[in-house]
């Protein structure tokens, strides 16, 4: 079945650094890919829509210059949190679906990034 | 912002029970999808049911879909203590494949 790959896992970084989250399609290709944040007992909160070979879709409140989306080929987005503080630590999730199929098909997730600030 | 609400925000229940959890929202959907996450885990798909059609089912899983009430339903029969988890819905209403996720239920099944 159709796999999306999140790296890292798990990353502690120190505030005022960044860092970089890759979300990849591993067998199919994704012109749109999705970038969640998950606080812990919460749901989903869709941050933005990335989209290949042009600028991300962010939802509104979600700061442009702080969660940094790149969508350069049709398998690889990245986010990067940029000068991260204690307040970014949380859960990411990205996810995709086949930009092959039909509109009612299934997204796929990656395993999740999380975040510690410290 | 999130579409949809679910309820009951936990439900605990002994193996070999049913479980129900119900998602309403707000707008036209093209679909709904339920998925299940592990804690600390990325999500899983279950099942996807199409705006036209108004249940599906799925080994132990059975979803209903009523769009005049802007509401679904997910049913696990005879539960198992692996079916601990968190379940949401989300709602796909664009041609892209945007989700918006309800609240989710938090499922504990006791052997």
């Known amino acids: 079945g159709a796999v999306v790959s999140q790296h890292p896992s798990r990353v502690i970084c120190k505030s005022g650094t960044s860092v970089k989250i890759e979300c990849r399609s591993l067998?199919?290709?994704?012109?749109?890919m999705f970038w969640y944040r998950q606080f812990p007992k919460q749901s989903l909160m869709l941050m933005a829509t990335?989209?290949?070979?042009?600028?991300?879709?962010?939802e509104q409140g979600v700061e442009k210059d702080k969660f940094l989306i790149n969508h350069a080929s049709l398998t690889l987005s990245t986010l990067t949190v940029t000068s991260a503080h204690p307040e970014d630590s949380s859960f990411y999730i990205c996810?995709?679906?086949?930009?092959?199929?039909?509109?009612?098909?299934?997204?796929?997730f990656g395993q999740g990034t999380r975040l510690t600030v410290v | 912002s999130q579409q949809g609400e679910e309820d009951p925000q936990a439900l605990s229940i002994q193996e070999g029970e049913n479980a129900t959890m119900n998602c309403s929202y707000k707008?036209?959907?093209?679909?709904l999808q339920w998925y299940r996450q592990n804690s600390g885990r990325g999500l899983v798909h279950l099942i996807l049911?199409?705006?036209?059609?108004r249940e599906k089912h799925s080994g132990r899983l059975r979803v209903t879909l009523d769009t005049s009430k802007k509401s679904s339903s997910l049913l696990i029969t005879a539960s198992r203590a692996a079916d601990t988890a968190s379940y949401f819905c989300?709602?796909?209403?664009?041609?892209?494949?945007?989700?918006?996720f309800g609240a989710g239920t938090q499922v504990v099944v006791t052997p």
């Open positions: 996810s995709a679906r086949d930009s092959l199929t039909g509109r009612n098909t299934e997204a796929f």
């Open positions: 707008t036209s959907i093209n679909n």
């Open positions: 049911i199409r705006s036209n059609e």
């Open positions: 989300a709602t796909d209403a664009t041609s892209w494949g945007k989700l918006q």
């Open positions: 990335s989209n290949e070979g042009s600028k991300a879709t962010y």
């Open positions: 067998d199919f290709q994704a012109t749109t």
